[in-house]
């Protein structure tokens, strides 16, 4: 069983730049979810991807955009980047509706300079 | 809306001392229940999980139970190991239409030999 992958591990970034971030799912699974992780905080939701759509969204502007593969692999996008956006970016997996519980990632590393 | 409240740390104990980590939730529905561990420079690992009230969720030597006429589900463990240093994250899934797993903060722990 392969688990959840993301790339790149680290990025420096520039405000005002794009960002693309991308996560394999778990294989067996069919929903990708993305949070993002401040330093010494815990995750917060950003939106939910299921069959190509966004299922769910977390208090994040329009700016946080994302797409979701037919093989259920995901990106995030960033536009605009801001230095608040200096996180780690975790994405996880699971297999919607019949199980809650989410398989991470290991995570990228933005920094936004 | 959903919110989870833990214990703040850092907690700092000595090899094969008894752990206590308390927290508290608030949902509507009926949540799983779930307690996530973050070790240095790694994602997010699920280290136990409870998916309806009573049931104990048990890993590694961990332990918590689903009270939900507390609205709790404090991690125990009788004997804690260097290795268990880390950061542990309680958490809970949402039920309805998408899935969403709040967090709360985050403890970390420490044991020294």
């Known amino acids: 069983e392969t688990g959840v992958t993301q790339s790149p591990t680290h990025l420096i970034k520039t405000r005002g730049q794009q960002v693309t971030l991308r996560c394999s799912s778990q294989?067996?699974?069919?929903?990708v979810s993305w949070y993002q992780q401040a330093l010494g905080q815990g995750p917060q939701f950003i939106f939910q991807?299921?069959?190509?759509?966004?299922?769910g969204r977390g208090n994040f502007p329009p700016r946080f955009s994302g797409l979701q593969f037919p093989n259920y692999s995901s990106e995030l996008n960033v536009n605009a980047l801001e230095l608040d956006d200096s996180a780690l970016y975790l994405c996880?997996?699971?297999?919607?509706?019949?199980?809650?519980?989410?398989?991470f990632g290991p995570g990228t590393r933005l920094t936004v300079t | 809306g959903d919110s989870v409240t833990q214990m703040e740390g850092p907690v700092t104990l000595s090899e094969e001392a008894f752990l206590t980590i308390n927290c508290t939730y608030t949902?509507?529905?009926?949540?799983?229940l779930f307690w996530y561990v973050q070790y240095p420079g790694e994602g997010l690992q699920l280290l136990l999980k409870?998916?309806?009230?009573?049931d104990k969720g048990s890993n590694k030597g961990f332990e918590a139970t689903y009270r939900k006429e507390t609205t709790s589900f404090h991690l125990e463990k009788g004997s804690v190991q260097v290795s268990d240093s880390a950061v542990y994250f309680c958490a809970l899934g949402a039920s309805g239409g998408y899935q969403k797993v709040t967090f709360g903060t985050g403890t970390k722990l420490q044991v020294i030999p």
């Open positions: 996880a997996s699971s297999f919607y509706p019949e199980i809650r519980e989410q398989y």
């Open positions: 949902a509507t529905g009926y949540p799983s």
């Open positions: 991807y299921y069959r190509e759509e966004e299922n």
């Open positions: 409870a998916t309806k009230a009573d």
């Open positions: 294989s067996g699974h069919n929903t």
